[in-house]
Antibody, heavy 122, light 112 residues
Framework: EVQLVQSGAEVKKPGEFLKISCEGS????????IGWVRQRPGKGLEWIGI????????KYSPSFQGQATISADESTNTAYLQWNALKTSDTAIYYC???????????????WGQGTQVTVSS | QSVLTQPPSVSGAPGQRVTISCTGT?????????VHWYQHRPGSAPKLLIY???NRPSGVPGRFSGSRSGTSASLAITGLRAEDEADYYC????????????FGGGTKLTVL
């Protein structure tokens, strides 16, 4: 059974470092794109970026380029989203999604993590 | 930031048919790029509803259907049920952004 399990909720202060994770299981992690999506409070979904764990090729939405970093560790089947210096505007729920069966070769996400709430407040 | 335009809200009574539009540009939908639709309920992960414009994943009822024409796409829901009340998002790919995805702003469906 395919599963994406994300790390738990985080409460941080502005300027702090944060790295959240998304562990995949039930499929060959290194062979499929995995991405991150943001949902700010009361707002819609925003596409952050994607990574191919097999070779770490990464693509970012222009809005997120330089704001956060996507990485992956094929040895632990885990993708990451990290910030070196959080801002209050980073407060959101972050979802990871994978392009597997239906979405392999396409641009959608057919499997999703449960979401990670990130709260940034002084 | 939404590149794809959706109506903020739609509503319908149980049993009725509703459609949700998704309007893009010549860089995304109009470039022939696939459109996908997701259902998102508060507190849950998004769920893939339609992929590659018209296809339903296994388990998605036939009441949901997708179409694409020109620079727009639509999601149709027939036989509305209370459980369909959720947010719906279209998503495509922007050729000018070299592989980056784009979402619509989302549409809140209310079942009256």
């Amino acid at each position: 059974e395919v599963q994406l399990v994300q790390s738990g909720a985080e409460v941080k202060k502005p300027g702090e470092f944060l790295k959240i994770s998304c562990e995949g299981s039930g499929y060959r992690f290194g062979s499929y794109w995995i991405g991150w999506v943001r949902q700010r409070p009361g707002k819609g979904l925003e596409w952050i970026g994607i990574i191919f764990p097999g070779d770490s090729e990464t693509k970012y939405s222009p809005s997120f380029q330089g704001q956060a970093t996507i990485s992956a560790d094929e040895s632990t089947n885990t993708a990451y989203l990290q910030w070196n210096a959080l801002k209050t505007s980073d407060t959101a729920i972050y979802y990871c999604g994978a392009r597997l069966g239906y979405c392999d070769g396409s641009t959608c996400f057919d499997f999703w993590g449960q979401g990670t709430q990130v709260t940034v407040s002084s | 930031q939404s590149v794809l335009t959706q109506p903020p809200s739609v509503s319908g009574a149980p049993g009725q048919r509703v459609t949700i539009s998704c309007t893009g540009t010549s860089s995304d939908i109009g470039a022939g790029n696939d459109v996908h639709w997701y259902q998102h309920r508060p507190g849950s992960a998004p769920k893939l509803l339609i992929y590659r414009n018209t296809n339903r994943p296994s388990g998605v009822p036939g009441r949901f259907s997708g179409s694409r024409s020109g620079t727009s796409a639509s999601l149709a829901i027939t036989g509305l049920r209370a459980e369909d009340e959720a947010d719906y998002y279209c998503q495509s790919y922007d050729t000018s952004l070299r592989g980056r995805g784009v979402f619509g702003g989302g549409t809140k469906l209310t079942v009256l």
